[in-house]
């Protein structure tokens, strides 16, 4: 039905930057919230950054000035740039998106399948 994938992870030292991008496609009528999220192993999953239709922004207190989530409602895409990075943003890191669907209408949930990002001398 609907698909997500996600980018852009990988390798990077301290205070480094990196983007991540996460498309949606598939049976797409119009798209509420998306945020990104990140889980360490034995860690519960937090939530990093989120944005609604209209834009408002909500971010982890830990990475507030230093990553910043934007979308591109024409491709259906969020984006997590993520600035000055430290040891301890190392993390899988997930893409969520709040959907509704096409007829038949229904919301839907959607996670992506998790990009890791590893920050490290």
């Known amino acids: 039905q609907v698909q997500l994938v996600e980018s852009g992870g990988g390798l990077v030292q301290p205070g480094g930057s990196l983007r991540l991008s996460c498309a949606a496609s598939?049976?797409?009528?119009?798209?509420?919230?998306m945020g990104w999220y990140r889980q360490t192993p034995g860690k519960q999953r937090e939530l990093v950054a989120t944005?609604?239709?209209?834009?408002?922004?909500k971010y982890a207190d830990s990475v507030k000035g230093r990553f910043t989530i934007s979308r591109e409602n024409a491709k259906n895409t969020v984006y997590l740039q993520m600035n000055s990075l430290k040891p301890e943003d190392t993390a899988v890191y997930y893409c969520?998106?709040?959907?509704?669907?096409?007829?038949?209408?229904?919301?839907?949930?959607?996670w992506g399948q998790g990009t890791l990002v590893t920050v490290s001398s």
């Open positions: 969520n998106v709040n959907i509704v669907t096409t007829a038949p209408y229904s919301f839907l949930e959607v």
């Open positions: 598939g049976s797409i009528f119009s798209i509420n919230t």
């Open positions: 944005i609604t239709s209209g834009g408002s922004t």
